[in-house]
Nanobody, 124 residues
Framework: QVQLFESGGGLVQAGDSLRLSCVASGRTFSSSGMGWFRQFPGKEREFVARISWRGGMTDYADSVKGRFTISRDNAKNTVYLQMNSLKSEDTAVYYC?????????????????WGQGTQVTVSS
């Protein structure tokens, strides 16, 4: 089981940037695809981005494509989400997740471990 710890959230203005980090503990990190999800109040958690186990493949939700970048450093057991040109509609709790495979899908069931979440608030 991988344990995940997110950081980097906060309050920013529209147009600003933030970088979220997710540090993993456990031996399986480097063999797991990773994902970022977000949850709006009263809504289900939704897919934001995913990255394959070696970082060679990435994928994004249409709503963040061109603005967000997912990356990973397996030597540091860390996955990142660089968020640029933030909008008020990006305000949510962001979760890091460890996939059940080297290239997990975009559904919640494709992920076996979750972080505690970090709040991102974008003021307009």
């Amino acid at each position: 089981q991988v344990q995940l710890f997110e950081s980097g959230g906060g309050l920013v203005q529209a147009g600003d940037s933030l970088r979220l980090s997710c540090v993993a503990s456990g031996r399986t990190f480097s063999s797991s695809g990773m994902g970022w999800f977000r949850q709006f109040p009263g809504k289900e958690r939704e897919f934001v981005a995913r990255i394959s186990w070696r970082g060679g493949m990435t994928d994004y939700a249409d709503s963040v494509k061109g603005r967000f970048t997912i990356s990973r450093d397996n030597a540091k057991n860390t996955v990142y989400l660089q968020m640029n040109s933030l909008k008020s509609e990006d305000t949510a709790v962001y979760y890091c997740a460890a996939g059940r495979s080297v290239w997990p899908g975009i559904f919640l069931r494709d992920y076996g471990s979750w972080g505690q979440g970090t709040q991102v608030t974008v003021s307009s």
